[in-house]
């Protein structure tokens, strides 16, 4: 059985950092794609970044540049450092994996398995 868990969300001010992280467990589980996606209140769930086992990251345009997804393979660990937040930015995050090599897809459906969500809220 898979598990995903996230740790690291809070209330901070706009402008200043904060860093999530997600931790797959699981015998033998060795995910292709790791991902953070994020919800807002009364929005859909939005792709914010991710990496494969290989290197190649994707991100959404709003948070290029302010954002760096980091990944351990050996320990199947996902870290995603925020700077220079901003109110919008305000959100539950999302750790999500899957196993199938197709790269990193901005798509919910494309993952198999999804952490509980970490809150982030970013004060103006």
């Known amino acids: 059985q898979v598990q995903l868990v996230e740790s690291g969300g809070g209330l901070v001010q706009a402008g200043d950092s904060l860093r999530l992280s997600c931790a797959a467990s699981?015998?033998?589980?060795?995910?292709?794609?790791m991902t953070w996606f994020r919800q807002a209140p009364g929005k859909e769930r939005e792709f914010v970044g991710g990496?494969?086992?290989?290197?190649?990251?994707n991100y959404t345009a709003s948070v290029k540049g302010r954002f760096t997804i980091s990944r351990d393979n050996a320990k199947k660990t996902i870290d995603l450092q925020m700077n220079s937040l901003k109110p919008e930015d305000t959100a539950v995050y999302y750790c999500?994996?899957?196993?199938?090599?197709?790269?990193?897809?901005?798509?919910?459906?494309?993952?198999?398995?999804w952490g509980q969500g970490t809150q982030v809220t970013v004060s103006s």
């Open positions: 999500a994996t899957s196993e199938r090599g197709l790269g990193v897809s901005v798509s919910p459906g494309m993952y198999e398995n």
């Open positions: 699981g015998r033998a589980y060795s995910p292709y794609v």
């Open positions: 990496k494969t086992r290989s290197g190649a990251t």
